[in-house]
């Protein structure tokens, strides 16, 4: 067996061929980079894709191209093919966007497309021109495009600092990074200058202040120096890699990693890409990491948002996202940044004013003190540039409910402490005030508590402190009083409220721990793909409020809705194509994703452990819950977990196949053994016995010639039976077996299969032992009689000639039972069940069948919701007995008796 | 020499099968003239009025049916039908179409014999007066005209209807009737339907006249058909 372990696996290996294959057959992306408009990027890639089109014969085709007008420019679009654009129209304004699926199907070898950082008109495929310029690539269509620096995702931030302008549209550094060719379109800042004064650079109206700023002399050195260093930084990279993968040494050691602290500030996404920059010259893997602590539980809706932003951004950078639970974000922090080898730690500065580090030490402080060898980088929060929307502001209203009730029990404190205490006691009626916040704060919350705190000290002073009835203090002391009371019932609200927020949170991941539970056992156990999808809506439906569709491929490899809840998959094309596209992608799209974004759902991959199963699509609705980066990762492992139970109910689906298969192989193997020998047999008898008799040589003797012709009679009349048997087990076996039940004795078909056996029955003696008293049963007396003929067959078959016969009939409880008992050999228990086999014969070759009649019984029993078996019977031989239902009073009833009928009659 | 031989017309397509059915009949001394398609079949009874028709239900050019119901409109030549097993459905309709009794393929020639016989004394018998008494085999006698019933020497008491079941039998003794036609004669053509009256009153019969009425002698059950008096031939 060991030597069998390293053997590649065949499967593998031809996966990672076709890999390799669609590397190779993946388009070339080549960038036109440039460090601000009017560079001419554009003129640029027209003419190296004339060069294209006329020197080495490509078909190059323009996807599209903006030339502003600039006749020079749109001079080089002659000869050149233009693919039609689409026009979209958004809120009244007609906009033009390359047409994605034109020029897939299109298929040039070279399609032009520029802007690369453009961001699609809303109800396009993808949110980005990338995405586009990224299925354009995989489809195998080489691309030119053209890119500015400040445009780079990673450089966005820096740019705004430099410029002071923000730059809304972004490109992932590693469409970048992973081009096959960055050509720099290069311009002295000077001649930059001089066209834009020439008017040769395109300016758009709306934007004319912030170009101002933007062309400034030095905004444009800096840009510049900024495009050629990312360049050379990527050069660079190239070469480091060409070293590597030739061997030639082995410059830096991997597993390095620079490790972000992401936090729901809106800073944070400068301080992740300052970290990404930071990675990336380390060329050091980057981890984003946030630790959830207690304090995250109070996190504002706008801030989880923010956070699962601040997050996703990470994975854009090509960097890893994790979220830790822990008591202590900053030893936590450490703790994980230690596990995975991390050298560097970047943290924001603090935003928190100085004087609360006084009771709390900082996270930074905390960060810097425990992290011992590891570096650590603080890096400003704030940035001019990064212009953060204002976050409407929130809308608390102080529940009236907790209000009253704040009121209420301050009220009922007052008068319980008046009556019971009375004014001299003022300890006592303190606490029991301090009884009032802590009720309040148990049961109405942190707000209501704080109102209770206040009016608890108000209602103190009118009640309790002289001069009594007035808001007045006549001695000093009393502010102290005041001052700890206030100041215990903000404690207290603050302790009551931080331990609900906890018994919340640990309901919360109780509650996904439950779900997540139940899906996987509910899901992993379910017997049927149907069972199964329908588990899996109804636990999506409880956690996501989503309503549920999930998409599988049929026979034909195509999508199908398999399951669908009403109201979803309706305008099934729409939906279904973006389903398509999830599933050639595998990649989520619809709402909330960057692809598809105008979609009526979200649509997930299913995976499995071989590769995609499905697309699931989940359809929002009022409760819908899949907003934070929580609902998100419980959604992935929902997905992977009914992607799996898909695939193996799927698989089982295919054993059960190939099992079927193969059984039904091995039947038609023995059936045709069987008809071969049963049936060659008597064939062979008869053509020898009907040859000898016409032979002129043969036997002359009359009763030599009797003997003859009775062994081939008997012998075609065998042949008869198994033939007969042959198409019976073919209809039952084909479902043609119609079953037409009618009322009726049984006796009428004992007696009827006893007189079709008369001839073979001669020499027995057969009792027969039926009731006159048997209700009528319904069944099929065709049928029924073949049964009896097949048992009475058996029995002449397999017992001594001469040997008595018995058949009885009689009800038993819900059961009409009709028993046929022989004096043979009997059947073994070994044979009980296995002589009601297809093709078993307990006795070899005793002139017997193709082993199909008590197959055939069986079938027809079980038709009729009857039984059929076979027993040792008492005194020796065999009890061959099956059942027919009653049914109940219906098919039982009393018929008119002749009585009644004889007075009518006359 | 006075009368002549029976002509009977076999109407089947299988050259073998015809061979078998006529030198049977021809060794029996009938005379046998063949048809293989319906057409052939209708031309040959009008040209040649045959005694007895032995017609097989599957022919090239439409069933037998076909050629029982356009044999019916003019004549009442006795119709023996053969059929393959699993088809009683078919049957059925043959029967109630005006067909007289029927075979079962594969069959012997003895069986086709006897049931050729029946249905030939049958049509001769409608055409004289009915006999007064009629014994059935050699147990039951029936006394048509003083409507008595004697199993083995005793005095059997019927009611009406099992009474007018038994001569409906006795009528068309040693040939099949099916289910509807019993019903249309005893009960009339509306109670048609009524299957189970049939059944529960033929049981009743079986058990006063049969000495095993598990093991009838003479009111012989045919399966998803009708019932069968069998009489000695």
């Known amino acids: 067996m060991s030597g069998t372990e390293r053997r590649p696996d065949p499967d593998e290996l031809l996966a990672r061929v076709r890999e390799e294959e669609q590397i190779s057959a993946r388009g070339k992306l080549t960038i036109f980079f440039g460090f601000a408009p009017g560079v001419g990027k554009t003129y640029t890639m027209l003419e190296a894709a004339r060069g294209e089109a006329e020197d080495q014969k490509r078909d190059v085709v323009v996807g599209i191209v903006e030339t502003h007008g600039r006749y020079d420019t749109g001079s080089l679009l002659i000869g050149l093919e233009l693919l039609p654009r689409r026009p979209v129209e958004h809120r009244g304004i007609q906009l033009e966007e390359l047409d994605l699926d034109a020029a897939l199907k299109r298929r040039p070898h070279l399609l032009l497309v520029d802007e690369l950082a453009h961001t699609n008109a809303p109800g396009s495929r993808h949110l980005k021109r990338w995405q586009d310029v990224d299925e354009l690539l995989g489809a195998g269509i080489d691309v030119f495009t053209t890119l500015n620096v400040q445009h780079l995702e990673t450089l966005n931030d820096v740019v705004a600092q430099i410029t002071g302008v923000v730059v809304r549209e972004t490109v992932p550094d590693a469409v970048f990074d992973t081009s096959s060719e960055v050509r720099v379109v290069d311009l002295p800042v000077d001649e930059l200058l001089e066209r834009l004064r020439e008017g040769k650079v395109y300016v758009p109206q709306q934007a004319a202040r912030a170009v101002d700023n933007f062309f400034r002399a030095g905004n444009l050195i800096a840009l510049r120096e900024l495009a050629l260093r990312r360049t050379a930084e990527r050069v660079d990279a190239q070469m480091r890699g060409y070293k590597a993968a030739h061997g030639i040494e082995e410059s830096w050691h991997t597993g390095e990693r620079v490790l972000v602290c992401v936090s729901p500030s809106p800073h944070s996404a400068r301080l992740v890409r300052a970290a990404r920059r930071m990675a990336t010259s380390l060329h050091a893997e980057l981890v984003g990491v946030y630790v959830e602590t207690q304090a995250s539980l109070r996190l504002s809706v706008e801030d989880r948002e923010r956070l699962a932003q601040n997050m996703r951004l990470v994975e854009s950078l090509g960097g890893e996202s994790v979220v830790l639970r822990a008591e202590d974000a900053a030893v936590e922090t450490v703790r994980y940044a230690r596990k995975r080898n991390a050298t560097k730690i970047v943290v924001g500065k603090p935003t928190r004013p100085r004087w609360r580090e006084l009771f709390r030490s900082s996270f930074l402080d905390d960060i810097v003190r425990k992290s011992m060898e590891i570096d650590v980088y603080v890096i400003s929060g704030q940035s001019g540039a990064e212009v953060t929307p204002p976050s409407p502001p929130r809308q608390k209203p102080l529940a009236l409910a907790g209000g009253g009730a704040a009121v209420a029990v301050i009220a009922l404190s007052t008068a319980v402490a008046w009556y019971g205490f009375g004014q001299e006691q003022l300890a006592d009626v303190v606490m029991v005030y301090l009884l009032g916040v802590v009720i309040v704060s148990m049961r109405n919350g942190y707000v209501p508590s704080l109102l209770a705190a206040v009016l608890g000290v108000v209602a103190f002073d009118f009640f309790f402190i002289p001069p009594y009835y007035s808001f007045a203090v006549s001695d000093l002391r009393h502010i102290v009083t005041f001052a700890v009371m206030f100041l215990v019932a903000v404690v207290i609200s603050n302790l009551t409220k931080r331990i609900r927020d906890q018994a919340d949170s640990a309901r919360g991941s109780e509650r996904r721990a439950a779900s997540l539970y139940a899906v996987s056992r509910e899901v992993g156990l379910a017997p049927s793909r149907d069972l199964l999808l329908a588990a899996a809506d109804r636990h999506l439906r409880e956690v996501f409020g989503v309503r549920v569709a999930v998409l599988l491929p049929g026979s034909d490899g195509m999508l199908e809705g398999a399951f669908a809840e009403p109201g979803t998959l309706d305008e099934a094309d729409k939906d279904k194509g973006v389903a398509e596209w999830v599933w050639l992608h595998q990649r989520s799209a619809g709402i909330g994703t960057d692809t598809l974004p105008s979609a009526r759902a979200l649509f997930v991959p299913l995976k499995g452990a071989r590769g995609r199963v499905g697309v699931l699509a989940l359809y929002p609705s009022a409760e819908t819950r899949l907003g934070d980066a929580d609902d998100r990762q419980l959604l992935d492992t929902f997905a992977g977990l009914i992607g799996s139970a898909v695939e193996r109910t799927q698989l089982a689906e295919e054993a059960r196949r190939a099992h079927l298969r193969a059984e039904t192989e091995q039947l038609r193997n023995s059936l045709l053994s069987s008809v071969s020998h049963d049936l060659r047999t008597p064939l062979a008898v008869v053509t020898g016995a009907t040859s000898a008799l016409l032979d002129e040589h043969g036997p002359k003797d009359e009763h030599a010639r009797r003997e003859l012709l009775q062994t081939a009679h008997e012998e075609a009349l065998r042949l008869n039976r198994l033939v007969r048997n042959l198409l019976d087990m073919t209809r039952l076996e084909a479902g043609a077996l119609k079953v037409h039940e009618e009322l009726q004795p049984i006796e009428e078909v004992v007696g009827a299969a006893l007189d079709r056996m008369e001839d073979r029955l001669r020499g027995r003696e057969v009792e027969t032992r039926i009731p006159a008293d048997l209700p009528l049963v319904a069944f099929d007396s065709a049928l029924i009689e073949q049964v009896l003929i097949n048992l009475l067959e058996n029995a002449t078959k397999y017992t001594p000639a001469g040997s008595p016969l018995e058949v009885v009939a009689r009800t038993q409880e819900a059961f009409l039972e009709v028993e046929v008992n022989d004096r043979g050999p009997g059947v073994g228990p070994r044979d009980a069940e296995r002589v009601f086999d297809k093709f078993y014969r307990a006795h070899e070759g005793e002139g017997g069948g193709v082993g199909l009649g008590l197959t055939i019984c069986r079938g027809i029993v079980a038709a009729h919701g009857g039984r059929i078996w076979v027993e040792e019977r008492t005194g020796g031989g065999a009890s061959f007995r099956f059942t027919l239902p009653l049914e109940g009073k219906a098919s039982n009833r009393v018929l008119p008796a002749p009585e009644e009928q004889e007075s009518e009659a006359r | ?233």
């Not at chain 2, 309709?93 to 016989?117: C, H, Q, S």
């Open chain 2, 1 to 233: 020499m006075t009368e002549p031989t029976p002509l009977v017309l076999v109407v089947e397509d299988e050259p073998q099968m015809r061979k078998f059915v006529r030198i049977a009949l021809e060794s029996h001394d009938y005379r046998v003239i063949e048809a293989g398609t319906a057409l052939e079949a209708v031309k040959q009874a009008v040209s040649y009025t045959p005694d007895a028709v032995v017609l097989d239900l599957g022919l090239p050019d439409g069933d037998g049916m076909d050629v029982t119901r356009r044999l019916r409109e003019w004549s009442t030549v006795p119709i023996l039908v053969i059929s393959a097993r699993g088809q009683e459905d078919s049957k059925v309709k043959a029967l109630d179409g005006g067909a007289d009794d029927y075979l079962t393929k594969p069959f012997g020639a003895a069986e086709l014999m006897a049931r050729l016989r029946v249905a030939l004394r049958h049509a001769a018998a409608s055409r004289e007066a009915p006999t007064a008494i009629v014994q059935v085999g050699d147990e039951v006698v029936i006394d048509l005209v003083k409507r008595l019933v004697h199993v083995r020497g005793e005095e059997v008491h019927l009611t009406p209807i099992e009474y007018k079941l038994l001569t409906a039998l006795v009528k068309h003794a040693g040939m099949v009737m099916t289910h509807r036609q019993l019903l249309e004669q005893v009960w009339g053509p509306g109670h048609a339907h009524q299957m189970q009256y049939l059944r529960v009153y033929m049981t009743q019969l079986r058990h006063k006249l049969e000495a095993n009425p598990a093991r009838p002698k003479f009111l012989v059950t045919e399966p998803g058909i009708g019932y069968r008096l069998k009489a000695d031939v």
